[in-house]
């Protein structure tokens, strides 16, 4: 293996050693396997390129001050990406067939953990895809899943920094009872003109509104929103929002701090009342939010008024990425040490 610059990774693909696949024929998940080759056989008439029967998870492992490998809720991937299987009629895997293939995918690449001081991590990208060959519109009868593994650097290249969002209305994201709360590639593909908008306009990222009224807080482009006030964290309640793991994880954490958590309806005007807000996700853990443009309305909501982080997103940042690199107790389960 080359010599990796550990502390100058982006968030990117780099090759690794091995990937892991199961196979699901004749109504039933095979044996793992393990596989170096980073192209897929796929069937011209496969359900995944044509009628996107397709879902994607992602998680991270991190290795402690003591050397040992941490993975991060994993069992919250496994139980979202079985959410996705019912949701767009594949079969599930079983939350210990997904424990299997990600601890196998992360030992068999263990070198490719970046050491403790370096800021960075292993990141785990499980994918499900229909591979049985259908033209009418109908669930395949053959899927494949498969984890590969990558190292990734810190997401903000310039520290834990406060940046500007801007709202889009021109388009949605997901409809109301379409496919938002599952973890599909559609959902992505939706996002990436907007998204594309908001980078050249000088922003990191564009907010949706929901797409019915055109009045409450939806979310980033591929992250949830949350907002800090009198002691509260309140985050959008909405049928088109992925349920983050992350957010999940900073509800809890925000409650050991003993502030009040809510999950509500957030419409946009209350965006002048936050003292913090932030985007966050696997990736980022926490985006600070130093302001958000509504260029259609002519409104622009001040959140960070210096321009920095708030302590309170600077507190559960902290905390959470403690508790991923084993610097704090994990109090709630939430890690798995590989052995």
Request: net charge negative.
């Amino acid at each position: 293996m080359k010599d990796i610059d550990w502390s100058n990774l982006s968030f990117g693909y780099m090759k690794t050693d091995y990937n892991v696949r199961i196979y699901y024929r004749n109504h039933a998940w095979g044996e793992l396997e393990i596989s170096s080759e980073e192209t897929i056989p796929l069937h011209i008439a496969a359900t995944s390129l044509h009628y996107g029967q397709e879902a994607f998870e992602g998680l991270k492992a991190f290795r402690g001050k003591d050397g040992q490998i941490r993975i991060f809720r994993l069992e919250e991937n496994a139980a979202r990406l079985q959410s996705t299987c019912r949701g767009i009629m594949m079969p599930e895997l079983s939350t210990e067939r997904f424990r299997e293939a990600v601890l196998k995918a992360v030992t068999l690449n263990e070198h490719f953990v970046p050491p403790y001081e370096s800021g960075a991590s292993l990141y785990i990208r499980p994918l499900l895809i229909g591979t049985g060959a259908q033209v009418g519109v109908k669930p395949a009868d053959e899927y494949l899943f498969l984890i590969f593994v990558t190292p990734v650097g810190p997401y903000f290249k310039g520290g834990f920094a406060a940046t500007p969002y801007v709202i889009t209305r021109k388009y949605d994201r997901a409809a109301p009872l379409g496919t938002g709360t599952f973890k599909v590639g559609g959902n992505y593909a939706a996002s990436l003109r907007a998204s594309q908008e908001a980078h050249a306009g000088g922003y990191s990222a564009e907010f949706y509104l929901d797409a019915k009224e055109k009045k409450f807080i939806d979310e980033c482009g591929a992250a949830n929103f949350f907002g800090i006030k009198n002691n509260t964290y309140i985050t959008p309640l909405s049928t088109s929002i992925l349920p983050s793991i992350t957010n999940k994880s900073l509800m809890q954490l925000a409650e050991d701090l003993g502030m009040k958590v809510e999950r509500r309806p957030i419409p946009e005007e209350e965006l002048n009342t936050f003292e913090e807000a932030g985007a966050c996700g696997t990736a980022a853990v926490i985006s600070p939010i130093e302001r958000i443009d509504d260029p259609e309305n002519g409104h622009s909501y001040l959140i960070a008024k210096d321009g920095k982080p708030g302590p309170m997103c600077l507190k559960l940042y902290n905390k959470l990425r403690a508790i991923q690199y084993g610097d704090e107790p994990d109090t709630h389960g939430w890690i798995t040490i590989v052995e």
